[in-house]
């Protein structure tokens, strides 16, 4: 029987990586998970995510290693004018740029978007920002945590009577990145058509009010600030977290009355469908403060575990609230190759999370380990730009092209 095809639909695409930390990293990633050709520029002190602790494997830092893999590595000295003129002439040879610099510092370098488009007409460049290329904060710093507290986001995450709280993921990182990406690749399938590339504009503080979605309706629309939702949902009340038995969690979601009524069979409940108070999804909202007590007084007589198996009978779905040990470990996790590990060609092994974009009847691309700093240097300047060896030599001994 044939094996099947490798799924690699961005293959002959040609990125040039010029971010750092996360949001572009993680870009870049996905973008060689699918296939593309990740050349990723740096200056030679090296992406600063490579140093970042508290865990390292051979060197580099595991937060570097998360996401980087299967990118080719050159470090480059753009300070230097001929380091600058290589970084144009890669950028000539790119059909896409990623970078996540602040506004204008890439352009005091001499190296911007209208002289770049020029001499690549067909050049896409994604920047990816804390607050874009225009308005009053253009030129202010941002991380992550800034953005989810600017944009709203942190005043709803926490418990109603505590203190808002960043969420444990870096959404506003994350986010950024992948709507990196779609503008990214929304401009390739433009150029498609007309031969002309794009410069794409991404603001991570957009980005996270872009996620408020249904939140920012209903303040919009009411008048009436949300405060922190905690363990629920702003409309459901049986959409929600609830502590079960010897410290273990889970959250159920019973959003309609076939639900509910499971729900109360489960718990040995059977009253509450008949309760005047809980009749209905909005009498339900009405008396939530009433309601949760109850349930979570019979969720505590079992563990987690215990009521997961016997909501899903009923046609209740659950989740157990896992920590990273049990969810990179479950056997859902691992079926999907969720969990990959990468060898160096040291033979240092990591294991990072895998790839979440499957094509039905295609095999997954083996990850590559994720490049030393510069390690691919002289092979790109050969392959990208025809250099010869002697040429080269002559850029790493005078430091403008650095080798790990």
């Given at each position: 029987m044939a094996?099947?095809?490798?799924?690699?639909?961005?293959?002959?695409?040609?990125?040039l990586d010029m971010t750092q930390f996360l949001a572009g990293p993680f870009a870049t990633q996905i973008l060689a998970d699918l296939g593309a050709e990740i050349v990723k520029l740096e200056a030679p002190v090296g992406d600063w995510s490579r140093t970042l602790p508290p865990h390292f494997v051979g060197g580099e830092s595991c937060y570097y290693l998360s996401i980087n893999r299967s990118k080719r590595a050159i470090a480059v000295d753009m300070k230097a004018p001929e380091g600058l003129e290589l970084a144009r002439k890669l950028a000539d040879s790119s059909d896409m740029l990623i970078e996540n610099f602040r506004p204008g510092v890439l352009g005091k370098l001499g190296?911007?978007?209208?002289?770049?488009?020029?001499?690549?007409?067909?050049?896409?460049w994604v920047s990816i920002s804390g607050f874009g290329q225009t308005g009053p904060y253009r030129?202010?710093?941002?991380?992550?945590?800034?953005?989810?507290?600017?944009?709203?986001?942190?005043?709803?995450?926490?418990?109603?009577?505590?203190?808002?709280?960043?969420?444990?993921?870096?959404?506003?990182?994350?986010?950024?990145?992948?709507?990196?990406?779609?503008?990214?690749?929304?401009?390739?399938?433009?150029?498609?058509?007309?031969?002309?590339?794009?410069?794409?504009?991404?603001?991570m503080l957009d980005c996270q009010v872009a996620m408020l979605t249904y939140q920012a309706a209903y303040y919009l629309h009411s008048g009436e600030v949300p405060g922190r939702q905690g363990a629920g949902h702003a409309s459901i009340p049986t959409y929600r977290a609830f502590a079960a038995g010897n410290g273990t969690g889970l959250v159920i979601t019973a959003n309609t009355e076939r639900m509910w009524q499971g729900l109360c069979d489960v718990l040995g409940l059977p009253a509450l469908k008949a309760d005047p108070r809980f009749l209905t999804?909005?009498?339900?909202?009405v008396n939530r403060e009433a309601l949760w007590p109850l349930l979570e007084a019979a969720f505590r007589t079992r563990e987690a575990k215990e009521w997961a198996p016997l909501l899903l009978r009923a046609g209740v779905p659950v989740g157990e609230v896992n920590d990273l040990a049990d969810a990179l470990s479950d056997e859902q996790v691992l079926h999907r190759n969720m969990v990959l590990e990468m060898r160096s060609a040291a033979g240092e092994t990591i294991r990072v999370v895998g790839n979440p974009i499957k094509f039905a009847g295609a095999a997954e691309p083996t990850p590559h380990y994720p490049p030393p700093l510069g390690a691919h240097g002289r092979e790109i300047l050969a392959?990208?730009?025809?250099?010869?060896?002697?040429?080269?030599?002559?850029?790493?001994?005078?430091?403008?092209?650095?080798?790990?």
């Open positions: 094996e099947p095809p490798v799924a690699r639909p961005l293959e002959g695409l040609r990125v190296f911007g978007w209208d002289d770049l488009s020029a001499r690549n007409p067909g050049l896409i030129d202010r710093p941002a991380y992550d945590m800034i953005v989810q507290a600017m944009s709203g986001g942190m005043s709803l995450t926490g418990e109603p009577d505590g203190r808002s709280v960043r969420a444990g993921l870096p959404i506003g990182d994350l986010c950024a990145g992948m709507y990196g990406l779609i503008g990214g690749l929304s401009a390739l399938e433009e150029r498609r058509r007309t031969g002309r590339g794009r410069f794409v504009d991404i603001s999804n909005d009498e339900r909202y392959e990208m730009l025809g250099m010869q060896a002697e040429e080269i030599a002559d850029y790493v001994n005078r430091g403008i092209l650095r080798e790990h």
